[in-house]
Every structure is written in C-alpha cells, then in structure tokens.
C-alpha cells in the first residue's frame, strides 16, 4: 500500500514536470525564435531556476555556493536588458546556462568540491550524461499514470460522468449530421470549422514544434535526473596528486627570476624615466606601442598558471625547501605585477596612438584581473590556509559580472571622441560597429565631424532606426535600444 502511494506521487511529480517543460519549451520558441534577445532572456532563466526549485522542494536544503551563484545568473541575464555588445551576449548566453547547472548540482549536493577538476567532470555528467539516461522518461511516466489509472477505483460520480460523456459522443456525431442537413447556415458554418486546420502553415509549424520539443525533452530529463540521482558523497574517488619536488621547482624559479630580473632592468632605462630617457636609436614610441602587450599579457597569465600550480602541488615536507620556494615564487609574483605594469603602459601609448576598440579595453580588465589574482595568490604563498582556488573562482565570476554592467562600449565611443577633439583623428567605422550604448557618442561624432565622417554616421544610424522599428514584440525590450530609439527619432 504504502509502495503504490509513494509510486503515485512520483508519477503525479512527473507528470507536473512533464508539463512545466513542455509549457517552458512553448515559451522558448515563443520567446526567443526569430526574435532579438532582450528582457526575454531574464525571464525565461527566471522561469527555469524557479521549476527547478519547485522539482527540489521536498528536500531540505543547506547553504551553499550554489545559492551564491544565482546572484551572477540572475545579473548576467539581465544585462541582456541593459546593454547590447555581441560580445558579451555570446559569453552570457553561453556561461549562464554553465553556471545554472552548477548551481543546482551545488544547491543539491552542497558538499561537492567545486575548486577542483572533478567538478567539471560533475557539470559534464549532469549536462551531458544524465540527460540520455532520462531523456525517455517522459514516456513511461505517461505509461505509467495510464497503468496506475486503471488501479485506482473510479468513484461513482465520476463513473457516470464517464458513461454520459461515453453515450453522449455517438449520440452527437448523428445529431449534428441531421441539424447540417436541416440547416444550411449551421452546414456552412460547420463544414468551415475544418478550415482552421487548413490555415496552419506546416513550414512555421513544425521548425517551432521540434524547437519546442527539443527544449522540453532537455529541460524534464535535467531535472528528473536530480528526482532519481545516486546518493552523493561529496568526495570524489581519486589518486593522490603527485608532489613536485622543491628542489626541482626551486631550480626553475630561479631561472625564471633572473631572466625577468634582466627584462625589468632593461625597462628601467625607458618605461619609469618618466620619458626623460629616449628609446634606443632608431625607435618611437609609436613603434615601441605598436606590438607586445599582447604577448606580456600571454607572459602574465603563464606566470600566475605557474605560481598557481607551485603553491597547489609543491612538496611540503622539507621546510627549509618550502621557504626558499616561497621567497622565489612571491619575487615571480612580484615581476609578474611589473610586467602587468608594463603590458597596460604599452596599451595605453598604443590607444593615445591609434585609438581604442574593445580588444584594448578588454585587456585592461583582463590585467586588472590578473593583478587582483596574483595578490591573492601571494597571500596565499605564505597564508595557505586561504582557498585559492575558490577565492579565484568567486572573483572571477564577481569581476566579470560587473564588468557586463560597465558599458564598456560607451566608454569607447567616449574616449576615441576625446581622442578626436585633441588630435582631429577618428576611425568612424569602427565606431558604427559598436552597440547600441554608442549611439549618444556616434550622434556627437557626427556632429562634429566633417562631411565623410557624417555620411559614415548618417548611414548607419539610418539602418540602426530601420532595425530598431522593425521590433515590436515586448519580449525583445531593451533599455540601450529604447534610449536608442528615441534619440534617433529626434532627429528624424
């Protein structure tokens, strides 16, 4: 008895999850097929986290950083409302749905290491893995409410509703056969009603049906998967990490050290002169800025795997080793914060020369990260008791979330204008290829500008207000577009 109830309420459970993602599916297609992201994004993720939520309920859940995580999903979905880089709505529409699923196998399993490579096997398991095994689950839920059906004992009221609907189909078919053949009219109208199925266009229908499908097939197999998982542990089976050898670290840091050692003394006869020491004959400063922090940069995040990975796999057993080590990697740390000096002096002679453009302006945030990780990482060195590895993770998730909300295109278009009213110089096709937050900026630009520059400018904000005029569903709302819709509209 108590079997058949607990078999009852699963199959009910299923069957409501049957019809959360079949209705979040719908939504999809509605939502986002054929139309520009825009509020839609925030709201369908609204939709997903709270479905997952209501499969969860009936267990009891602890604190984790699972629930932390739902603070850069909830901002990072909503940035498709603010702002309209391409660049950044690749990575979010990519990196939320990651940070879901990781999310709600944290929410679930609270105990799972997520600062270790084992848990990137975890996300792939859930995503990929346990999404075939229970991808034909809906199939025998509905199978299984139809056998259960037939156990239960149908009350009386409901057995005769059963027998008058039973009756009353047969009965129907005839009375409507002689009621069209009496009345020409109802005929018409009737014979009409067929019509409808003949208006449906099979070439819309069935791309969106199969979208729908797809959506729903995916969305019931991800959460039934956590109805039915295996007990977690929240230990991973695993070997031991090898320890490395101090002596043999020790030997690369210095080598490393000395060779950054000379590097930095050659940059101390130009970069912190304060320019009252030239370049080399035959140099400029244009040329010194045209190439290479790029490639610092590469130097930089080599160095920061380097430290990461001494700190983590080191051999702690010789204390004499360890600190020697120590000393070396915090001097690596050390030219590493130079070399980020270096690397974003080079940037901005190359922006004050040849303009800014969302590469540039990426690798500044790139270093700034780079520069808070090695702090930490040094601090680490000698405090190990600091989780490095999930500190890194929180302020990477943290950094680059406030940065989708910095309009970063904005700032762009800003500064190259500064840039032109100092120098008279300005790529105004590039700035045509920024989003919508540089149409204030692109509006000055053409005012200012001379004829070419204007035609430039004109010509694309002519297609950015065809574009914009074009979107009427409410799902595609966005707050850069609207201000740009009605800036351009005044000038029209």
Not at 8 to 31: A, M, Q
Not at 94 to 102: E, K, R, S
Not at 266 to 286: C, D, E, M, N, R
Not at 353 to 367: I, K, Q
Request: proline share 2%; with cysteine.
């Amino acid at each position: 008895m108590e079997d058949n109830k607990n078999l009852e309420t699963k199959t009910k459970d299923g069957l409501y999850c049957i019809l959360f993602s079949l209705l979040l599916g719908v939504t999809f297609d509605r939502l986002f097929i054929d139309k520009n992201f825009g509020v839609s994004y925030f709201i369908f993720i609204g939709l997903c986290i709270g479905f997952f939520l209501w499969s969860i309920r009936a267990r009891s859940v602890e604190k984790s950083f699972g629930w932390f995580l739902l603070i850069p999903i909830a901002l990072l979905s909503f940035s498709f409302t603010i702002h309209t880089n391409q660049v950044f709505n690749v990575f979010n529409f990519l990196g939320v749905p990651i940070l879901m699923i990781a999310s709600s196998i944290l929410i679930v399993n609270p105990k799972l290491k997520w600062d270790k490579a084992s848990f990137i096997v975890e996300i792939l398991r859930r995503a990929v893995g346990d999404m075939f095994n229970n991808v034909g689950k809906p199939f025998s839920i509905l199978k299984a409410s139809i056998k259960l059906g037939k156990t239960v004992k149908i009350k009386e009221g409901k057995k005769q509703i059963l027998i008058g609907i039973l009756v009353s189909l047969p009965l129907l078919v005839i009375l409507i056969v002689l009621l069209s053949s009496a009345d020409m009219v109802f005929g018409y109208y009737f014979d009409n009603i067929t019509n409808v199925f003949n208006n449906i266009d099979t070439g819309e229908f069935i791309p969106h049906t199969i979208v729908s499908l797809v959506v729903f097939f995916y969305l019931f197999a991800y959460v039934w998967s956590f109805q039915s998982e295996r007990k977690a542990s929240g230990k991973v089976a695993k070997s031991p990490a090898a320890a490395w050898g101090g002596i043999t670290i020790i030997t690369v840091l210095i080598f490393l050290n000395v060779l950054y050692l000379v590097f930095t003394i050659i940059q101390f006869s130009y970069l912190y002169g304060g320019g009252k020491v030239a370049l080399p004959a035959g140099f400029t400063y244009a040329d010194y800025a045209r190439k290479g922090f790029f490639e610092l940069a590469a130097v930089n995040f080599i160095n920061f795997i380097i430290v990461l990975s001494c700190v983590k796999r080191i051999n702690k057993e010789n204390t004499k080793i360890l600190r020697t080590a120590n000393v070396l990697l915090t001097i690596l740390v050390a030219f590493t914060l130079n070399m980020l000096f270096s690397a974003n002096f080079k940037l901005t002679l190359y922006e004050n020369a040849f303009g800014y453009t969302f590469l540039r302006v990426s690798v500044h945030l790139f270093m700034l990260l780079l520069f808070t990780l090695c702090l930490v990482v040094a601090a680490g060195i000698w405090y190990r008791k600091i989780p490095i590895m999930k500190s890194i993770i929180v302020i990477t998730i943290s950094m680059y979330t406030v940065i989708n909300y910095m309009n970063i295109d904005g700032f762009i278009a800003r500064k190259n204008i500064e840039r032109f009213n100092e120098t008279g110089k300005l790529d105004a096709y590039y700035l045509t290829t920024l989003s919508y937050e540089a149409v204030p900026y692109l509006i000055e630009a053409r005012d200012k500008g001379d004829n070419i520059i204007k035609d430039i400018i004109n010509g694309n904000l002519k297609y950015r207000k065809e574009t914009l005029d074009r979107e009427k569903s409410w799902s595609e709302f966005n707050f850069s577009k609207n201000k740009a819709k009605e800036l351009l509209n005044q000038g029209s």
